[in-house]
């Protein structure tokens, strides 16, 4: 594995002068794909912030061959690329060996996606699937999606006087990839570069279907300040709310054991998208949240036991 | 060797699609189309075709890897019908949008609801605003032909434009016909080596595609999109001629059937032009100057010609094998754009059949030429239009 310092001279796959959002942690990773690994790689973005705000005709910020065709499609889009790429190396074998990555927000992954990502996994193409998790739809203006966490206030989950926020629990769409029985899942934060990175390298240097969920937080949809992403996301996984793991073959790893539970609203309250939840009236959503947590933390240390 | 075979539409398709052995194919199964699928797919598993075959889970991911795969660099195809086709609605006018020569064969089936596996053509005519060109066939011989030719269409440098290939489902798609089917080599040779422009496989050379594309541009891009459909026609005819060169079966942008000297003429797509021929060559022995004008090519629609070849013609009946609710057929539609301009312009009615596989027997078309006798006699159209063979019809 290459250092930081070394990665950091190598070209990155995407480029400044993109029109994300200030402090938007979303190039983070996607500055990594070309760093992390010799291959040549090809990325198929869902429609998304991250597809709008790197893609305005006729600037593009993506230093590597990159297509968008629609929201719910990554999957089955980058499915066909793939296909195309073994195509091209039966036909010359001298070829380079190209890798493909496919991008989807939590939107274009766990909700309207999740049918093509699904099948994909089943059908185990060669290529890495990358969900940036900020837990909203913030292309279109900040709506709930299947990720939104408990009581988040959302332009769809508005705070109101009898109801507030998401009134639902996010599923797990990791486990779900797991239950895929692919070749690699992991859950990784854009906060934690040497984490990310290895992680990213492992996706896209084995051969087949590989999945990495990342925690990449919300400068307007979680309403922190532009500076706060890298913290916020640090503190996302301090609280166990996004454990840092990954499955290969089957085993579990978790990567990162904060050395004492804090409570989940230490996290929860440095967001503006939860501040509804201190009137004492929702007290019972944060007991659930907290809940909910440690339970899944729990069943994550079993599962590495082998328990 | 080109052999005579006796083979149904589905099948000859799926043995154009192995002559070709496109890079990727991408598919779901739907009747009536499914059985190309399984044809292609055991043709894989035999080794006689070098395709990545990507067993989709819906006919929007069909269309989204086809598009995926095209944009890769590949020759790419696919199959389906009516409900499988209007999944991937979304991903058609993306496949168009991006100049991607995708080719699918459409078997021709209705809409749901009321759910129909049978035959009209409310399926394609849906997309027919989507930036695809559309070729239909009378019968197997045509769409097995139309196949061959239209890889050659889509990627020609002027066009790159997506196609379909349409067929009747069931009628065509499940009938077995004797046709004739080509020598492999010469297929090879007719349909050519596949070129890719600016690959996505080409990491040397980085491009982006599906760009967020707004007021500044959009309108220059889909302008673009309308001159490549406008240079369609004469690369039909061009690549239409070759194939009569190399395999002596004549094709125009659309069939004149008796026309030239024809009073009365109706025009129609795809397999009723059987019926219709046949029930022509009747009245004509009886002294009647009937023709029929069948449409081969609906997009991009060819006005000029169209209303070149019905300037002798005193009355026009327009059969539409699907509707727009509300409105005219959609065929309808077109010619009476055609004919506008017409001097003198003959009288025009439309006639909606065959929804949902409702057969038109010998006997009602005998009475549609009955019909515009009388209404050419009569000088007036008594209905403009209305359904054909129907109850309280
Ligand atoms: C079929 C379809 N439905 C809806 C939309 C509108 N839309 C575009 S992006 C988006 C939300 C994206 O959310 P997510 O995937 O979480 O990505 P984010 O913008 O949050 O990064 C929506 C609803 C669309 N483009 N296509
Ligand atoms: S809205 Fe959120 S996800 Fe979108 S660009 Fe801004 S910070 Fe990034
Ligand atoms: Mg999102």
Request: hydrophobic share 40%; net charge negative; proline share 4%.
């Amino acid at each position: 594995m290459p250092t930081l310092q070394e990665m950091a001279k190598k070209k990155a796959a995407f480029s400044s002068g993109h029109r994300l959002c200030a402090g938007c942690p979303a190039p983070i990773f996607t500055k990594m794909l070309t760093r992390v690994s010799d291959y040549d790689i090809v990325v198929g973005s869902a429609t998304g912030c991250l597809e709008v705000g790197s893609s305005i005709f006729p600037y593009s910020a993506w230093n590597v061959p990159w297509i968008h065709t629609a929201f719910e499609n990554a999957a089955a889009t980058v499915s066909g690329i793939a296909a195309m790429a073994k195509v091209q190396a039966k036909k010359k074998p001298t070829a380079k060996k190209i890798k493909c990555v496919a991008i989807g927000g939590d939107g274009g992954t766990y909700d309207i996606g999740i049918q093509a990502l699904s099948a994909a996994m089943e059908r185990g193409h060669d290529l890495l699937y990358i969900c940036y998790d900020n837990g909203a739809y913030m292309n279109t203006g900040i709506q709930r999606s299947g990720a939104t966490p408990l009581g988040a206030a959302t332009t769809t989950t508005p705070v109101g006087t009898v109801i507030s926020g998401k009134q639902q629990q996010r599923k797990d769409l990791s486990r779900i990839m797991v239950a895929h029985h692919v070749e690699y899942v992991a859950q990784a934060s854009i906060h934690n570069p040497i984490d990310l990175s290895n992680k990213i390298k492992k996706g896209i240097e084995l051969d087949g279907p590989a999945f990495l969920n990342i925690l990449a937080p919300c400068i307007p949809g979680w309403r922190i300040n532009p500076d706060m992403a890298v913290e916020s996301a640090s503190l996302a996984v301090e609280t166990r709310f996004w454990p840092l793991y990954e499955v290969e073959g089957g085993s579990y790893k978790v990567n990162y054991k904060p050395k004492q539970n804090k409570p989940i609203t230490d996290w929860l309250f440095t967001q503006g998208r939860f501040r509804h939840l201190k009137n004492p009236q929702w007290a019972h959503m944060i007991e659930e949240f907290q809940s909910r947590i440690d339970e899944q933390w729990e069943w994550l240390l079993g599962q590495e036991k082998g328990v | 060797m080109s052999k005579f075979s006796a083979i149904t539409g589905n099948g000859a398709i799926a043995e154009a699609m192995r002559q070709i052995s496109p890079d990727v194919v991408a598919a779901f199964p739907i009747t009536p189309s499914t059985q190309i699928i399984e044809d292609f797919a055991k043709f894989a598993a035999d080794g006689k075709v070098d395709t990545e075959l990507i067993t989709v889970e819906s006919e929007h991911s069909a269309m989204s890897a086809c598009l995926g795969a095209s944009v890769a660099g590949g020759r790419v195809m696919t199959a389906t019908s009516a409900n499988g086709l209007a999944l991937m609605w979304e991903m058609l006018y993306v496949a168009s949008g991006m100049r991607q020569p995708i080719l699918v064969a459409v078997v021709n089936r209705a809409l749901s609801a009321p759910i129909n596996i049978h035959c009209d053509h409310n399926d394609s005519m849906g997309a027919r605003d989507a930036g695809w060109i559309q070729i239909y066939a009378e019968n197997n011989q045509e769409a097995y032909d139309n196949m061959l030719m239209a890889p050659v269409i889509t990627e020609h440098a002027d066009v790159r434009l997506p196609l379909m290939v349409c067929l009747d489902g069931f009628i065509i798609s499940h009938s077995i016909e004797t046709m004739q089917l080509e020598d492999d080599s010469k297929v090879k040779d007719f349909v050519g080596e596949h070129t890719a422009y600016h690959a996505l496989l080409d990491t040397d050379n980085p491009s982006t595609w599906g760009s967020l594309d707004l007021h500044d541009y959009y309108i220059e891009h889909k302008k673009g999109q309308q001159v490549a459909m406008e240079n369609v026609i004469p690369v039909v005819e061009e690549v239409s001629e070759r194939f009569y060169q190399e395999f002596g079966r004549k094709y125009e942008l659309f069939e004149s059937y008796c026309l030239d000297d024809a009073e009365r003429v109706v025009i129609a797509i795809n397999s009723v032009a059987g019926e219709l021929k046949e029930v022509i060559d009747e009245v004509r022995d009886a002294g009647e100057k009937v023709g029929l004008l069948k449409i081969r090519l609906f997009r991009p629609f060819p006005y000029a010609e169209i209303a070149a070849a019905l300037k002798n013609c005193k009355i026009v009946t327009v059969l539409d094998r699907s509707t727009s609710m509300g409105a005219y057929g959609p065929l309808f539609v077109e010619i009476c754009s055609a004919l506008y301009d017409a001097d003198p312009r003959p009288m025009l009615y439309s006639r909606t059949f065959g929804l949902g596989g409702r057969e038109l027997l010998l006997n009602d078309i005998r009475d549609l030429f009955e019909e515009s006798k009388r209404y050419l006699d009569e000088g007036k159209i008594e209905k403009r239009s209305y359904f054909l063979n129907v109850r309280g019809g």
